[in-house]
């Protein structure tokens, strides 16, 4: 779709959006220079209903909403979505009529029946700099020592691995469930944390196609720091990037942590910018509405990000020098 053919308040709206993308210093597209990882809960993603106008009394979403959603995935290399529905005509109008031919969708079968919540995971890709490299898989846990089968997930995590130029790396996505007693979610998020530090960190370390791996996703995590369903989630060795530690990623009510970006530190071998963020467009879109009406038209997630550097021709000049690259400012050793 053209901006021309929005109707002025939603124009207005974009406007707004795009200033709090700003805010949220999630940096533009750079051609072989970097690469823009999210993640983000939209919720109840399944259908559309209607077109631009509708009675704001009605919480459905529609053609504007669309629009607001096109216009934060479209700054993303690539993103996990969760909370698609069963029924996938909302996902791929976006990609048809708002994102177009030059984004990719990669999405799971549904799982856990009504445990699921007849949810799938997705990953948006933009294909001009992010092709898929062949992994794809769904997280079942393995039977117990005795051969007993083993309590699986009420949404079974995905993983999909990506190339971006010659970077290789594979993200793993999950929506932990909710439970309405925190406690509830801890036996999920512990056999995720165990099953990705000995089943993936071990492959990863052989050389297998699930390298560089990323964890991103909705967890469930009410907060973070000394937070049980926090420390469940970090307990094998997984990091939350600083930037993201004090970030709420809910837009209404009490603020909570649900959404994570973590990786093992010491086995990455991409390059982090140290960039990270989320992006609160609470208040600028749907100003007519309270949050919670909006939440339902757009999301109660926010979207996380994180910055990962793709160029890496200074290590590669650093190492024909002789020098440590990760000395600061390591190309100084020649004279102008």
Avoid at 153 to 165: A, E, K, L, N
Avoid at 292 to 321: C, G, N
Wanted: hydrophobic share 40%; with cysteine.
């Amino acid at each position: 779709m053209d901006y021309a053919d929005y109707p002025r308040l939603v124009v207005e709206d974009i406007v707004r959006l795009r200033r709090r993308i700003e805010d949220s210093q999630l940096p533009g597209k750079l051609v072989d220079g970097n690469l823009l990882i999210g993640t983000w809960n939209i919720r109840n993603f399944g259908r559309i209903y209607g077109k631009w106008d509708e009675n704001t009394g009605s919480p459905k979403r529609n053609l504007r909403a669309m629009a607001y959603i096109a216009e934060i995935v479209k700054r993303f290399d690539v993103i996990a979505i969760q909370e698609v529905k069963l029924d996938t005509s909302a996902i791929r109008m976006l990609l048809e009529e708002f994102l177009g031919s030059q984004w990719g969708l990669i999405v799971s079968d549904v799982s856990g029946g009504s445990k699921g919540n007849s949810e799938r995971l997705a990953f948006i890709y933009d294909k001009r700099r992010v092709q898929p490299s062949g992994l794809a898989g769904e997280i079942v846990l393995p039977p117990t020592a005795e051969g007993d089968p083993t309590q699986q997930f009420d949404r079974t995590p995905y993983i999909v691995g990506f190339q971006s130029g010659k970077e290789k790396f594979a993200l793993l996505t999950a929506h932990i469930k909710y439970g309405n007693i925190p406690t509830e979610r801890l036996g999920e998020l512990k056999a995720l944390a165990e099953y990705i530090a000995v089943e993936i960190r071990h492959r990863a370390k052989t050389g297998s196609e699930e390298n560089n791996l990323i964890v991103l996703g909705d967890f469930n995590i009410d907060d973070r720091g000394d937070n049980p369903l926090f420390q469940a989630f970090i307990s094998t060795g997984l990091v939350v990037p600083s930037q993201l530690l004090n970030l709420k990623t809910t837009c209404a009510g009490k603020p909570k942590y649900y959404d994570q970006i973590a990786w093992f530190m010491g086995d990455l071998d991409l390059l982090t910018s140290e960039g990270a963020g989320v992006i609160n467009f609470a208040g600028a879109v749907y100003r007519e509405l309270t949050l919670k009406q909006m939440s339902y038209r757009v999301s109660d997630h926010f979207p996380l990000w994180a910055e990962f550097l793709i160029d890496r021709s200074s290590e590669q000049m650093a190492r024909t020098l002789g020098v440590d690259p990760a000395m600061p400012d390591p190309l100084n050793i020649v004279p102008d």
